[in-house]
């Protein structure tokens, strides 16, 4: 059984096409990054993977479950976390708030509980001694490990992510590519929506190409990289 099983998926924006029967496999653990030009439905095809653009045909199924309009979505966006392009933390929230308050209001879990565990994965994402701090007296690239770590807390299934490296550096960028390595060995799936092909090349198992709103070919890095 597929952790993530999407066939046929397809989103319009009132007449327009975005997503065109798109058709996808995904693995427990398994690295997907999607590349295409820009407008071609990379972003509205990972917010369709936990509902944040519902989709209008086709069936999105994870672990065996159909997810549609009667799916909770709470529940979902907690094992189908997404990392924004633009982090979109809660300014006026330390980055221990940050990471504990979903588990808090969403699963009820104790301030305590819930900001221990916070404490663990702040360490485990190398920003342990960032955690009284607000985002706005972090780098990017700390704030990245913020978003990261916040959607751990909610002990997901698949972390979704737009254009994680859009603002960083590449010291930056390489412990990005460290903390997905981990969530993979973790069983942790992660979609990727990436412009840098250095990213793309070091963190994908595959590569999924997307034009015009279909998916034009999927392929491991190596073919990708080197096709002529
Ligand atoms: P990408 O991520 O590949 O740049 P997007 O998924 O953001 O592409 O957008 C795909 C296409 O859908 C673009 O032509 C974009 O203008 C259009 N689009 C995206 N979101 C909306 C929206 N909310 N309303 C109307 N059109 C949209
Ligand atoms: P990205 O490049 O990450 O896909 P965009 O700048 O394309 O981001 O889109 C940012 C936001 O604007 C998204 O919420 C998207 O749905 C919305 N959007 C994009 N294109 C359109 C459009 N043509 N009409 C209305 N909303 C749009």
New binding site residues.
Partial sequence: EKRLSIRDLSKL?NE?V?LDHISLDIEQGEKIVVL??????????IRCLNRIEPHDSGVLMIDGKIIDQKTDLTELRGRVGMVFQNYNLFPHLTVLENCAVAPRLVRSIPRGQAEDTARRILAQVGIAEQASKYPIQLSGGQQQRVAIARALCMDPEIILFDEPTAALDPEAISGVVLIINDLAAQGITTVC?THEMGFARRIADRIVF?DK?RVQEITPPEEFFTAP
């Fill in positions: 924006y327009f975005a295409g030009p820009s407008g071609s439905g990379k972003s509205t095809f929506v997307m709103g």
